[in-house]
């Protein structure tokens, strides 16, 4: 078989960049809960691997045995998608660990000169039970919305823009945990010691778990993780803005889809704050993280495209 041919394939597309970040991640994530001293249950690893395994042999088969290039990059881009947010996810615990100095406060200043006041606008939303179911419903969207994005980019063969919407997914993952690993918070809820009393007729997207996890982490109470419990401990930027974002752009080329993602993901944005306990400047970052990883993944794309058209020298071969 004709390896330039395969590399040039929209089967493999960014393969090498999105693998190349995977992999740092693999790599420095162990060696992080070695010095923290928190693991992951054994079941859990061989869960992941064995999912690892089979959508990567689904994919080799329908590259190799039964070419079907959009089976191939449905399977393979459903491995990189949920290595990317489980490498990432389990970083952000590594990080927590740290136990670094917290921003809450500086935040809740920030916010202060944008004249947004969390406690109010929790009121008000309290006030409005059927508006925070709507919000509630666009917050928890996430993850199906990321599901069906890598259905629809195949199933249009737009591999470039799934190529950079990968890509950016991956640095714009990587981007937000480094950050919040360096910058930690607990978010507005703990920081201003809300209750479920505080909000009686609405129960937030985002549940206490999240603080009493990081609380656990941070004191050193926490050592085994438990996969199946899982939270993302990231407050600033906030995760949930930046995948509304990409989720946005990514949606762009799809018809009909692409309105109503606007709608969906705006939704969302506006949800953020008080439904993810999040400070309005973790919004505003994320939308910078975000856009930040979509121009960098755009120029990857670009680059490893060119890189595949480049005429490739003859081959020296003696005269006949």
Not at 16 to 34: E, G, H, Y
Not at 110 to 124: E, N, Q, S
Not at 263 to 281: D, F
Request: overall charge neutral; glycine content about 6%.
């Amino acid at each position: 078989m004709n390896h330039s041919a395969i590399s040039a394939s929209p089967n493999f597309g960014a393969a090498r960049q999105i693998w190349a970040l995977i992999l740092v991640c693999t790599a420095i994530d162990p060696l992080m809960k070695l010095v923290v001293g928190i693991k992951f249950q054994m079941h859990d690893i061989a869960a992941v691997i064995a999912l690892t395994l089979f959508g990567l042999g689904m994919s080799a088969l329908y590259t190799f045995k039964r070419p079907d290039e959009r089976i191939a990059r449905m399977f393979r881009g459903a491995v990189e998608l949920f290595l990317i947010t489980f490498l990432v996810g389990s970083l952000s615990y590594s990080a927590t660990s740290l136990d670094l100095p917290m921003w809450d406060a500086t935040f809740q200043a920030w916010d202060h000169v944008l004249a947004f006041d969390w406690k109010h606008w929790l009121t008000v939303l309290d006030g409005h039970p059927r508006i925070n179911l709507v919000l509630v419903l666009a917050y928890h969207s996430m993850w199906p919305q990321l599901t069906l994005v890598l259905i629809a980019l195949i199933t249009i063969r737009d591999f470039r823009r799934l190529d950079v919407f990968l890509v950016a997914f991956a640095l714009g993952a990587i981007i937000t945990v480094v950050i919040a690993g360096l910058m930690p918070a607990m978010g507005p809820r703990a920081w201003l010691g809300i209750t479920p009393a505080d909000h009686p007729n609405i129960t937030l997207a985002v549940s206490p778990e999240f603080e009493m996890q990081a609380a656990a982490l941070r004191s050193g109470a926490m050592k085994i993780i438990d996969a199946g419990n899982a939270q993302g401990l990231v407050t600033f930027p906030s995760f949930h803005t930046v995948t509304a974002m990409l989720l946005l752009l990514g949606f762009r080329s799809v018809p009909y889809l692409r309105w109503a993602s606007l709608i969906l993901n705006g939704i969302m944005l506006i949800a953020i704050p008080i439904e993810g306990s999040h400070y309005l400047v973790d919004v505003i970052a994320g939308i910078a993280v975000a856009l930040s990883a979509w121009a960098a993944a755009n120029a990857i794309v670009n680059a490893t495209a060119r890189s595949r058209i480049a005429p490739q020298p003859e081959s020296l071969s003696p005269a006949m």
